[in-house]
């Protein structure tokens, strides 16, 4: 068969459930060999667009393709080809690892010598270890988590799906599922379409990055590229107060591109950082009552992108970004 060159291909995907349409017209495109991040907030619609493309649920309007065969036609000829690993692992806690492995290996047709040796090379892959024999009642979140992603790679699928794969985890654990995601996609050239809403993990793992808020796909590019849409440089000012009024004089500065405002926080996107931010520190000392409490310059990062494009930030709860969830802020924002 000829080698294909796109794994994935959405072409105007709906799917509603009831009244409330979590996916609405999203069309993309994933090469082979590519890792694709898909990023949104919670209740974005990641989910939904990944149950579509993985054939578990059915489109309500428009065509996808993965592996180079229809998910609403051809879904057993889709299912051959790809593997899963979503955010709640269908484990069975009686059952030790090595006994799911065997069946999952036997439910793709697998001889059960075959299945072994896979297995084999799957322990050394995912490092679970002595843990594979016993009961996965006894494994901990993150041994659970990189047990279902070995199943997801039992068949050695095409293109693999992962919903979220270090939500909640440790960093330890995060850190091994983030090198394994790296390595499959090196050494195997296997695709990777990983949702997720943690920026440093689109940032760290994906050639290509695609932004869904509201289940609309907002932006789309490799991280670099990305960034570059915001400027050169960020300078972020927090006031205390007076945040309208500086907004007024700092918008009328020659380098500044556009400002998003988060509470009391104005984030500038500048074209040259280091020659704005005199001005802008001038400037502010002209507003009466802005009581500047902060004002750094840095390089865009994907939250500042997300902020231009949605009008909200994917918010840190923790200082890591991960672990126990991010929250979703109201902003405003206006372009100069
Ligand atoms: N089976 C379902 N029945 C009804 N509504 C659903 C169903 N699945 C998802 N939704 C709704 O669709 C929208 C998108 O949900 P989805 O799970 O796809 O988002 P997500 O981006 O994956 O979020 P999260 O990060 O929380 O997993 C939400 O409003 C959700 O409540």
Redesign the pocket.
Known sequence: MEELETAISADGIVRS??S?T??DGVSLSVARGEVYGFL????????????VLCTLITPSAGHAQVAGYDVAREPDKVRLRIGVAL?DAALDDRQSGTEMLALQGRFYGLSAVATRTRVAELTDLIDIGDALGQRIGTYSGGMKRRLDLALALVHDPEVLFL??PTTGLDPVSRARVWQEVRRLNVELGMTVFL?T?YLEEADELAGRIGI?NK?KLVAEGTPSELKRTIGTDVIIVRLGSAVNDAQTALEKLEHVQRIDISGTTLTLSVTDGPGSISPVAVTLASVPNADVRELTLRQPSLDDVFLSVTGEHIRRSDNSNIGTGSTVGQTETRTT
């Open positions: 459930f009831g409330n979590a996916v949104g907030p919670n209740g974005a619609g990641k989910t939904t667009l990944t149950r955010q919903d979220e949702t809403q869904i289940g």
